[in-house]
């Protein structure tokens, strides 16, 4: 191993530059989602001088010291999965490694803030993942709402939002942090909340993530899913006299059709523009291209019997033609998380709350192409692993992404839901391989070459938490936003002679999107909104034309830069362009 770069650090370092061995162990630990992910974009150099790994405090504060007498930008990783490579740098800038460092998780057994009796305070570091966060939440009989991506940490997760299945019944992880341990430019511990550094607990939580200082440890007020269980009542249903007690969710999956996808998103634009839900009302629909891998979502299909039993029903619902195409793989799907938590004024599940369910049971037939429909009961402990997706990505190839959020409540009568389907239909329809007589297959390179994972979610409405909760208190922005929009394209890799042609086509198509879902003319937002967790295009945040579509405003992104300057005077957490400028 090279001679260690940084003094008195005793976790592991990885330089740029070194023998063929030191090379190798360099690449294979710079190789994180970003890298691979956004490799279309040349100037989002993501290769730093040093890769640091702390073992724990001392660590951080030897690293921070060589930046600073370096006179390089420190670039903090936890989990790694911010898409456009804002963990990382360049030059002589290094990477701060910290999901090995800070994995503490600790109920707070002794609080000294006061705690709602459905609440229970937890300790934990940043470098826990989702799955493992969640995990240990579950075995308390705890929850909260988090997002879905089980290897994603709890470090720039709980910065950017932390956005999930719970978005309108519970609102942001970040709405629940109580608390941030954090180590600054000086080396110094410092503690901020409310009360202690409140204008720097304002502007970490959706200012400017991992550009304030090194955040270790994050004190979350999460939930007891025995308080969230309401009360016993029985409603008529077709079936005769049902009695129902505590949360519900579906999960499903339909074989790719129009009619099926226009219907569940026609219950997203009806949901979000009527405004009226109730807050313990969950909505996600999600769309998937040909080889996903659908038992990563639903075990029970590895059993070779359940696997046959879809194929059999591919058989049936596609025609030859289509079924020649697909030559025996899994067809694209459509997927469906819907859930219903008893919260405020509503603890029981009455007919509305059925009726809301039964639009979803009516999809459950053949004839939607339904394979797999799932209703459950589960407390809130439970529930929540039901909606984590277990694996780092959805296809193995790098993607071009778009995530648009809208505060639109005339979705349905603006014509989206049609607008929509049609664009995702091109990529993952099978049907647009075939002819205009829908008789034999034809070349068609954007579906021959391209993938998608879309993922469409409810979170407005005037009994949301995701609205509620955006009091102003935190800097994480668009909280009027009532849907979400995630549509991510899929090209071949690097290695494949069609890559480059397959990377245009993914971008000519994205920039299609960009023309449709967003202007005075859009159907779906009429500015152009963004979420740091979901960022594209340029990422020079300095730009008014980048930072106008992260900020609501020039008010809320100067007094980010007032914030960002006090915690970062010597530029030691800048290590690229996609940081709020530091304002005097």
């Known amino acids: 191993m090279a001679t260690a770069q940084v003094n008195n650090f005793i976790g592991m370092q990885y330089a740029r530059e070194g023998n063929e061995y030191e090379k190798e162990d360099y690449n294979f630990f710079n190789q994180q989602y970003a890298t691979s992910s956004y490799i279309d974009v040349a100037d989002h150099n993501l290769d730093p001088a040093l890769i640091l790994k702390p073992k724990d405090d001392n660590d951080v504060k030897s690293a921070i010291s060589y930046a600073v007498e370096q006179k390089v930008g420190i670039a903090i990783k936890s989990g790694g999965h911010q898409y456009s490579g804002a963990c990382s740098c360049s030059g002589n800038n290094v990477q701060l490694d910290v999901s090995n460092a800070y994995k503490d998780l600790k109920i707070i057994s002794n609080p000294t803030i006061p705690v709602p009796d459905d609440r229970v305070l937890v300790f934990a570091g940043v470098g826990n993942q989702l799955q493992d966060f969640l995990a240990y939440l579950a075995s308390h009989g705890l929850f909260a709402p988090t997002g879905q991506c089980a290897y994603v940490c709890l ?255 005339t979705l349905g009568k603006d014509g989206w839901v049609n607008t929509l389907v049609g664009r995702l239909g091109k990529i993952c329809d099978p049907y647009e391989k075939l002819d205009d007589a829908n008789e034999r297959p034809v070349p068609n390179p954007l579906y021959d070459n391209c993938k998608l994972s879309a993922q469409i979610q409810c979170f407005g409405g005037e009994n949301s938490m995701f609205y509620k909760n955006g009091d102003g208190s935190s800097a994480y922005s668009w909280r009027d936003s009532t849907v979400l929009q995630t549509v991510d394209c899929w090209y071949l890799n690097i290695n494949d002679p069609n890559h480059k042609m397959s990377q245009n086509l993914a971008n000519q198509w994205q920039s299609e999107n960009d023309g449709v879902m967003i202007g005075a003319k859009s159907c779906f937002s009429k500015t152009d909104r963004r979420v740091l967790w979901g960022s594209w295009g340029s990422w020079v945040m300095a730009s008014p034309d980048v930072w106008k579509t992260y900020y609501e405003d020039e008010a809320k992104y100067q007094r980010l830069g007032k914030a960002r300057a006090a915690a970062d005077p010597n530029g030691t957490f800048t290590a690229n362009p996609f940081a709020v400028a530091r304002q005097s």
Request: one cysteine or more; aromatic letters at 14%.
């Open 155 to 409: 470090g720039g997760h709980g910065q950017t939002g932390g956005y999930g299945q719970l978005g309108r019944s519970f609102g942001l992880l970040g709405d629940y942090i109580t608390e941030i341990r954090m180590i600054d430019h000086s080396g110094k511990v410092q503690i901020i909340n409310k009360d202690q550094n409140a204008e720097l607990f304002y502007a970490i939580r959706g200012g400017s993530p991992g550009n304030f200082g090194v955040i270790t440890h994050y004190t979350i007020m999460v939930f007891k899913a025995k308080s969230y269980m309401g009360i016993e009542n029985t409603i008529k249903t077709p079936k005769g006299p049902v009695k129902f007690q505590g949360p519900r969710g579906v999960k499903a999956f339909w074989l790719y059709n129009e009619n099926t996808l226009k219907s569940l998103l026609g219950f997203v634009a009806a949901m979000s523009d009527a405004g009226n839900a109730p807050r313990g009302r969950d909505l996600c629909v999600n769309v998937l291209s040909t080889d996903f891998d659908i038992t990563k979502l639903f075990p029970s299909f590895k059993n070779d019997e359940v696997w046959k039993g879809l194929q059999d029903t591919v058989f049936r619902f596609f025609p030859d033609n289509i079924r020649a195409l697909l030559a025996g793989k899994l067809p694209p799907v459509i997927v469906l998380y819907a859930q219903w938590c008893p919260v405020g004024d509503q603890q029981k599940y009455d007919e509305s709350t059925d009726a809301w369910f039964q639009q979803f049971r009516n999809l459950d037939n053949f004839k939607h192409g339904c394979v797999h429909f799932d209703e459950f009961p589960a407390d809130m402990a439970n529930m929540t692993g039901h909606w984590v997706f277990p694996q780092r990505r959805e296809f193995p190839r790098p993607y071009v992404k778009r995530t648009y959020a809208t505060n639109s409540k």
